[in-house]
């Protein structure tokens, strides 16, 4: 079982940035694969980036690439993605996800655990 709690969001004029954090439970936190997804009003849940267990295997949705940054301490347990440059558009609940497999996969559904999210707000 992994429990997941995100914190960071908050409102931001467009060409701000914004630091997600997603700390978890558990002792095998190096073994899953770690996402963020965010859900605009209305919209599906859309996958944003992922990291590998041990970081070393990133993979970005095209809207975010240059932009966000996703990385982890498995020393602390924590995920973080780096948001600059936002825009409007980025205006988003922001969730992060893990899954057990090593495949990084852009599905929703393959991830097990969830956080409860934080709402990013990008003025304009």
């Known amino acids: 079982q992994v429990q997941l709690v995100e914190s960071g969001g908050g409102l931001v004029q467009a060409g701000g940035s914004l630091r997600l954090s997603c700390a978890a439970s558990?002792?095998?936190?190096?073994?899953?694969?770690m996402g963020w997804f965010r859900q605009a009003p209305g919209k599906e849940r859309n996958f944003v980036a992922a990291i590998s267990g041990s970081g070393g295997r990133t993979f970005y949705t095209d809207s975010v690439k240059g932009r966000f940054t996703i990385s982890r301490d498995n020393a602390k347990n924590t995920v973080y993605l780096q948001m600059n440059s936002l825009k409007p558009e980025d205006t988003a609940v922001y969730y992060c996800a893990a899954d057990p497999h090593t495949v990084i996969v852009l599905t929703p559904s393959r991830y097990d655990y969830w956080g409860q999210g934080t709402q990013v707000t990008v003025s304009s």
């Open positions: 558990g002792r095998t936190f190096n073994s899953y694969t």
